[in-house]
């Protein structure tokens, strides 16, 4: 077997067969095959397209590319991922909901990156929080009380990581079976049985057309359904921030609130459905009606909140956080940007507002840039909200005041000012075979 | 300006523009742009294609990426190149014909690869001829008499030569732009302003389907033209070998034969084809009947038998072999392979009989391999013929008695008898502006 014939096989728009994608990233992960045959490969399957077959195939050879997760003694356990935006703190909203539900939760998570906020860097703004677990400690604390939340261990999908940094230098980034596959082989290397995807569309988004967002979806939960996971989506809204707060602090303090009843709106609905099909995956729940039921009964009983707690002690933060969100890191300057014209708020350039957080501190532009997980803004208004001069429309919080300012500027430019506006449609499709 | 989006304007099947071709070229070259992101291009361009601004840009990017012959001081000044077959002498017999009609020739050739014999190759056979020579003796020797084929100097087209390495090993060699590009760049660089192609197809050529050598061919001419030089192809066949002898000394026998009026056939039709066309795009001859006359006479009068002993001369060469061809190399062994079976020869592997002359020494399976001139073989059957048991099919020269057999074994395979044969079209067709 030549990795030349396997190129020349995708090139002519042939289905290439199992061991045809075991010999490429096996050979890839050793160096055995160099980046230019693995590269000439990528824009050939990106341009031709891979199959459902191909995809599973590919998915599963990058998921035994290295560290795998065997979570059996646990039984029936849940993941969920999202494909990242800005102001998305579902997870920590959901995970706490479904646990208080009797659903088990092993999420592992990742960082932030670019304009997308992280799940594990905003549980580090958490004081005290750890989100570096060893994996029996992992194991132990989901037996214990339900749920933890960690990062992928160092040699999970190696051979992912090989390819998406190939793929982001050339061009191969956006192709919809490579997005699924790297995406999924992170999930079944994560070892649920269940999987709970939450595909963004709009301009914070990766997959900006809703289109994309709802085939790439349809993908991903085929490709966990052929691996055996029991998997669904739903198509969210990402043309604004789903959240009102923007920073990791700040964005744990929403998600405290919403946990403790204080806000609804958007976070809360998205992070319903999500939890709500969980519960059907996972048979606690017979119906979305019934998960509602589960749902709102252990938020309004605060129970999720108490859940949301016992994970915080369980990794070694101060749950008191819960209570007292004063407790949480705060910013030393907060500054007001108000409406310099009138209108009503037509559109957001969401990824750009991720990016202003990043110039406050609150992202990275690489992955070893550290963060300051106190600066951030909050969101005063939303699209289809009237603007008058004045109004506050974004209340900043930073630690340098240089840094604010141009954060303001960029703010500026970010939201359309028009005589009319339709709200965007928060959730779009759902892709699930629960009832 | 980025690589990166190079690569996805191509993927995205979107023009080049002349900065974006000159940046990958020059940042290629000087190795700022890793082979990943090149072979990622080129795979988005063997399937998304390059059009003829584009082709035209690329081939005189990768002409200007080194040496480039200044011929201007001779004048109309022609060169000839074949896509490459077995059998294929015409270069030893088109550069004397249209020399003795007033043409010049400055011809750079190369050397046999894989089952194709070459030039430079076949002249070496020639006691005493050389082909290295330096570029003013070369320029002198077209000046004084009017012909001269060299070997390509060591820096001219380094582009292509990267290029087409990476090519090959990253499954983007059968493209035609790309095809059309390489060959054309160096053709440019070489400096002749009259350029007359052979386009071969059939079993024992680069391109076996004849339609997609005639796109070869348009887009080449067009490439030709659009560079300013006068340009015209030939589509011929190589179904079968050109000429009855495949070897080094055999070939130059053979084209000695064909310059001395002693054989005719194929080699001489096509020979005259190219010949004629190449007067034409001179200017030399009105018309093909015009060329006609003019090359017969050339080649009946021996004027054409003694310009090829003037080249030899001028090259260093022992000019006697034009009238005692005994002077030229010769194989120890001579042995025949008798037919087996009876019918109609219907048809040859052209390039298994390449590369069983390859097996007795005749050619290269690497760069460096050494090759023995006077081994080969002479086809004593063509397509059409009737074979009856016991007829001669190949007589074999050979200088060593274990590659006789294998080679026998070899050629044993490359020919079908049935019952009925069709007579292969030999010249397909002609992309010319000339009348």
Redesign the interface.
Known sequence: MRM??I??KK?DGKKLDNKDIAFFINGYIKEQI???????????A???GLDDDETVHLTKVMASSGDMADLRELGTVADKHSTGGVADTTTLIVVPLVCACGLKVAKMSGRGLGHTGGTLDKLESIPGMSVSLEMNAFMSQVKRIGGAVIGQTMNMCPADKMLYA?RD????VESIPLIASSIMSKKLASGSNIIMLDVKTGSGAFMTDPDNAQKLANTMVRIGNMAGRKTAAIISDMSQPLGLAVGNSLEVIEAIDVLSGRIQGDLLTVSLSLASRMLCLANIAKNDEDANAMLLEALHSKRALHKFGEIITAQGGNTNVIHDTSLMPHARIISTLHAKSEGILTATDCKRIGEAAGMLGAGRLKKDDIIDPAVGFIIKKRIGDTVKYGDELFEVHANDENKIEEAMKYLEKCITLTNSAKSPTLIYGLVSSCG
């Open positions: 030349y014939d190129i020349a090139r160099p980046d230019y045959q693995a590269s000439a490969f990528l824009m050939a990106f341009l031709n190939l230098v050339t061009a191969t």
